[in-house]
């Protein structure tokens, strides 16, 4: 049973920054892409950001330039740095496996991390 453990999250005020961390406990965690979604209340759960290998990241264009994702193959630690923060950051955020050869993340999630931005 793969186990995602979202931390890092918490209230930050706008322009402010957060390090979001993901400890994924699974085997061959090198071979996977990984990615960063994010859920507002009341929406629906968007990818954020995506790796496959250092140089080959996917940003959603509401975070390009302020977020970078990252991915630490010897730990199996995923991580997500988040500047110049906005009130719609505002979410739950999660990480996870994409498929191999898809876009398509696996069905279990962990509990993510809340992310709060507001004066």
């Known amino acids: 049973q793969v186990q995602l453990v979202e931390s890092g999250g918490g209230l930050e005020q706008p322009g402010g920054s957060l390090r979001l961390s993901c400890a994924a406990s699974t085997s061959f965690f090198s071979i996977y892409d990984m990615a960063w979604y994010r859920q507002a209340p009341g929406g629906q759960r968007d990818e954020v950001e995506s790796i496959s290998s250092p140089g080959s990241e996917r940003y959603a264009d509401s975070v390009k330039g302020r977020f970078t994702i990252s991915k630490d193959n010897a730990k199996n630690m995923v991580y997500l740095e988040m500047k110049r923060l906005k009130p719609e950051d505002t979410a739950v955020y999660y990480c996870?496996?994409?498929?191999?050869?898809?876009?398509?993340?696996?069905?279990?999630w962990g509990q993510g991390t809340q992310v709060t931005v507001s004066s």
């Open positions: 996870n496996r994409l498929k191999p050869g898809t876009r398509a993340p696996y069905e279990y």
